[in-house]
């Protein structure tokens, strides 16, 4: 009798285990039949594919499969994204890099507010809103509604993206120190344009590089802790950076530095290519640009056997004034996603927008699967595999992309991810940028009403062309800045530069109210 007693003991201890374990198997579960949500979502040029391997193993977590609803061959995704709206025939699920679209088309009645859903259906995306504030005022738009997910950077941390990189093997050919002011950095780059470092008898070195048209002139005054943009100060004022002392204490500089030669006379035309140009040429000393991407050239076998001792490093930003500047810095996120008027089962589609914060959805859009693309260490480390680190002819990012790594989705990235395939220099940088406080953080990304929205771009797109068309001048020498300086200032407010400031203090104030 007490052996039947013990076997009917373990028959119920193994039948519990395996109804547990169902019960775990299907703690994702959103449908209990297959169900299929449409999505617009192109990144890089890359169309949503549904064979990537991510999304396979959340169709089978969750029993929703999302289908693509624009072509392979659109790449595009404004054009593919406008083609939706004006066909009116929207796909359940839109990403997009560009989240004040998605709010504007929501106010308009084609995105679904998010707010009940997520109190309702989304327990994972309301702890998440509830443990970081900041994050969910970057969600809210200005009417107050949620239209859409963020695809969050890691932002609390690592808000590095850039820093100052020099030629190391050059200063230590001519006996220099690294640079700790903005005044050594000068007398740097004399050196390096008089004193032939490279050795080939030419005075051909460009000292100072950069191959971010877009963003050459704000680093260069960033350096100097000016904007070249609308910036928050200290006491929550919105600002407009060239109207500001420093921007006059630093655009000329920056003008005597083109002006004698330590600027590439090239910076505003010579593209992306000017990195990889600089470097394989031995003609490049200091520029201020990606840590992971720009450290890997101390890893490049061709050009380190063609230029010998070669050795690029990134040092703190030289000091002004006793302070350092890092001008550009991430942002909370890049786009994100929504879900239309249209779509067929909203409850599904915010459930499954759920499963990303989940654990499991967290790790996958990460990492992937695991002892596929990564595999936990004793410790619970996760590195990634050789099927990632050692793929013949891609770098892990391309492969980790491969497979719906990191694809644009309503998610949190995890900055372990990027250490694990990265440069481990670059993480060194990018984490003594961080912790000595050298960040300038950008203003957020402001929301606003669709009356304050047509003001605001007509203004915006009118004051970008008059600073780029003048710091361009200033610092070709087209043109006196001094000279020119108060005419430049009034332009600004002809353009409506108060209204603009006004308009932005007031969706900040919105915006910092908005966590509530």
């Known amino acids: 009798m007490e052996g039947v007693m013990n076997k009917k003991i373990g028959l119920l201890l193994l039948v519990g285990g395996l109804l547990q374990r169902g019960v775990l198997a299907n703690e994702h579960k959103i449908?209990?039949?297959?169900?299929?949500?449409?999505?617009?979502?192109?990144?890089?040029?890359?169309?949503?594919?549904?064979?990537?391997?991510?999304?396979?193993?959340?169709?089978?977590?969750?029993?929703?499969?999302?289908?693509?609803?624009?072509?392979?061959?659109?790449?595009?995704?404004?054009?593919?994204?406008?083609?939706?709206?004006?066909?009116?025939?929207?796909?359940?699920?839109?990403?997009?890099?560009?989240?004040?679209?998605?709010?504007?088309?929501?106010?308009?009645?084609?995105?679904?507010?998010?707010?009940?859903?997520?109190?309702?259906?989304?327990?994972?995306?309301?702890?998440?809103?509830?443990?970081?504030?900041?994050?969910?005022?970057?969600?809210?738009?200005?009417?107050?509604?949620?239209?859409?997910?963020?695809?969050?950077?890691?932002?609390?941390?690592?808000?590095?993206?850039?820093?100052?990189?020099?030629?190391?093997?050059?200063?230590?050919?001519?006996?220099?120190?690294?640079?700790?002011?903005?005044?050594?950095?000068?007398?740097?780059m004399v050196a390096f344009k008089t004193k032939d470092p490279n050795g080939n008898g030419k005075a051909d070195e460009i000292p100072y590089f950069e191959r971010s048209v877009e963003f050459a002139d704000k680093e260069l005054v960033g350096m100097f802790g000016a904007e070249i943009g609308f910036y928050v100060d200290e006491n929550g004022k919105v600002k407009f950076g060239p109207t500001t002392e420093r921007f006059k204490e630093a655009m000329p500089q920056v003008i005597k530095w083109y002006k004698e030669g330590l600027i590439d006379p090239e910076i505003f035309t010579r593209g992306f290519q000017a990195r990889d140009y600089m470097l394989r040429n031995d003609l490049g000393g200091v520029t201020f640009d990606w840590f992971a991407s720009t450290a890997s050239y101390n890893e490049d076998k061709e050009l380190k056997d063609k230029v010998k001792d070669f050795e690029f490093v990134a040092i703190a930003p030289p000091e002004y004034k006793g302070k350092s500047y890092a001008p550009d810095a991430r942002t909370t996120y890049l786009g994100g996603w929504g879900i239309s008027a249209t779509c067929k089962d909203p409850v599904a589609a915010i459930k499954y927008f759920d499963y990303w914060f989940s654990e499991k959805g967290y790790e996958l859009s990460n990492w992937g699967i695991e002892n596929d693309t990564f595999v936990k260490e004793e410790n619970g480390k996760k590195k990634f595999t050789d099927t990632v680190m050692k793929a013949d002819g891609k770098t892990p990012l391309q492969v980790l992309r491969d497979k719906g790594i990191q694809f644009r989705i309503g998610a949190l990235q995890d900055y372990e991810y990027e250490k694990a395939w990265g440069n481990p220099k670059a993480s060194e940088w990018a984490e003594m940028y961080m912790q000595n406080g050298y960040i300038v953080d950008p203003m957020p990304t402001l929301k606003y009403t669709k009356e304050e929205n047509r003001k605001i771009q007509k203004i915006n797109s009118q004051l970008n062309m008059a600073v780029k068309e003048m710091n361009q001048k200033w610092i070709l020498g087209a043109v006196d800045f001094n000279k020119t300086y108060d005419e430049f200032l009034n332009r600004l407010n002809e353009i409506g530069l108060k209204e603009a400031i006004d308009i932005n203090q007031k969706s900040y104030d919105r915006f910092i109210n908005s966590s509530n």
Do not use: C
Not at 88 to 93: F, M, V
Not at 125 to 148: H, L, Q, S, T, W
């Open 31 to 188: 449908s209990e039949k297959p169900l299929e949500l449409s999505i617009l979502a192109i990144q890089n040029g890359k169309t949503y594919d549904e064979n990537w391997t991510v999304f396979q193993e959340a169709f089978k977590d969750t029993n929703v499969k999302l289908k693509s609803y624009s072509s392979k061959n659109l790449t595009d995704e404004i054009q593919a994204f406008n083609l939706a709206v004006s066909s009116g025939n929207l796909p359940d699920i839109i990403s997009l890099a560009y989240p004040e679209k998605l709010e504007s088309l929501g106010m308009d009645g084609g995105i679904v507010p998010l707010n009940d859903l997520i109190n309702k259906h989304a327990p994972n995306i309301k702890a998440f809103f509830e443990k970081y504030p900041r994050y969910k005022m970057d969600a809210v738009a200005a009417d107050g509604n949620i239209y859409f997910i963020p695809d969050y950077y890691d932002w609390y941390n690592m808000r590095a993206a850039q820093g100052v990189f020099i030629r190391k093997d050059w200063l230590d050919k001519l006996g220099l120190k690294t640079p700790k002011t903005m005044d050594e950095l000068y007398e740097v």
